[in-house]
């Protein structure tokens, strides 16, 4: 029985960890490719990195806790995506976030 329990923790903790590292990889993969295509420093770069980091960690959390009402979760994240921008605006600068912008349309578009 105990071993089955300390299997069980493992298992669970194991996940939130990958999970959590998940996470870090999708904020590292944005902050890199906005730090490359908006010519970003180092210090901006890690403050980028930790807004998304930030950002999908509570994006994750109102998923979890609005499972069951769809509308109060598109509701919540599109407010999340509001402060999102205003927080990226206030590293990069308003030109900047125009210029990502329009980097990310034509990236859309051509994926489409």
Do not use: C, P
Request: net charge positive; aromatic share 8%.
């Amino acid at each position: 029985m105990n071993k089955l329990l300390i299997l069980f923790f493992s298992l669970t903790f194991s996940f939130s960890v990958f999970s959590q590292d998940k996470l870090q990889d999708r904020a590292k993969k944005i902050s890199d490719e906005m730090t490359t295509v908006l010519s970003l420093n180092d210090k901006d770069s890690e403050k980028i990195y930790i807004i998304q980091l930030k950002r999908f960690i509570d994006a994750k959390k109102i998923r979890n806790i609005h499972k069951g009402d769809k509308e109060l979760m598109k509701t919540e994240l599109k407010k999340m995506q509001g402060k999102l921008w205003q927080n990226l605006k206030g590293v990069v600068g308003k030109d900047n976030m125009k210029l990502w912008g329009m980097y990310k349309k034509t990236i859309n578009k051509k994926n489409k």
